[in-house]
Each structure stands twice: as structure tokens, then as C-alpha cells.
């Protein structure tokens, strides 16, 4: 892969942002959806090294920005296995607790 230019630092597509460790839903090979991780990016073939959350290294791959497996992050994962994301109700440890959606919601007039 060919290193990002110091000019591009992230490119949105499809609702998502292609940037060095943004985080983002991704579909396995067996159509299963995960949280993962852009690990690396070339943006000259648009295309993003993605890692899988609690998976070993080996299983990174190289995902079109474009691809159907490509989602923006709780599109289609459950909030608690997006672990480090307080907004969705659960911290860097797993432990649940009231998330900002939550929170907004209880505070919407009926």
C-alpha cells in the first residue's frame, strides 16, 4: 500500500470516514458484522486495511471504500460490542451503562 499524502487524511464515503484508526462496522467473509478498525489506507487504489475488533492480526483485509461490507460504526453491530465508545453506552472495560442515545431520548418530550 502506498502511504497516505500529507494532503489526504480521510476521505468520507457512504456516511463513512476513511481516516487512520476511525472505526467503523465491517462484514466477515461468513456475512457477519463486526466493529473494526482502519489500520492503513491507500487512497490512491480507495481502499482500507481493515482489522476486526478482538480478532487476531491475521484476518486484516483490504476492503474498497465503496464495499457493501463497509458500514458507519452501530449500523449494524450491537452498542455493547463497540467497546470504547462511551456515546453508546459502554466503556474502554465493557461495563454497561446509560448511553448519550439513552440519555437524549428520556429527554425528548412525548
Not at 3 to 30: C, H, Q, W, Y
Not at 37 to 58: G, P, T
Request: charge should be neutral; aromatic fraction near 12%.
Amino acid at each position: 500500500a502506498q502511504p497516505a499524502s500529507e494532503e489526504v487524511t480521510s476521505r468520507l464515503v457512504n456516511g463513512i470516514i476513511f481516516k487512520l484508526n476511525g472505526r467503523l462496522d465491517a462484514r466477515d467473509f461468513m456475512y457477519n458484522w463486526y466493529p473494526a478498525r482502519i489500520v492503513d489506507i491507500d487512497y490512491n487504489e480507495a481502499k482500507a486495511l481493515i482489522h476486526f475488533e478482538r480478532w487476531n492480526k491475521r484476518f486484516d483485509e483490504w476492503i474498497a471504500f465503496d464495499s457493501e461490507r463497509l458500514r458507519p460504526l452501530i449500523s449494524f453491530t450491537a452498542p455493547e460490542k463497540a467497546i470504547v465508545h462511551p456515546a453508546f453506552g459502554t466503556t474502554s472495560g465493557g461495563i454497561q451503562q446509560p448511553s448519550l442515545l439513552d440519555k437524549m431520548m428520556a429527554m425528548k418530550p412525548s
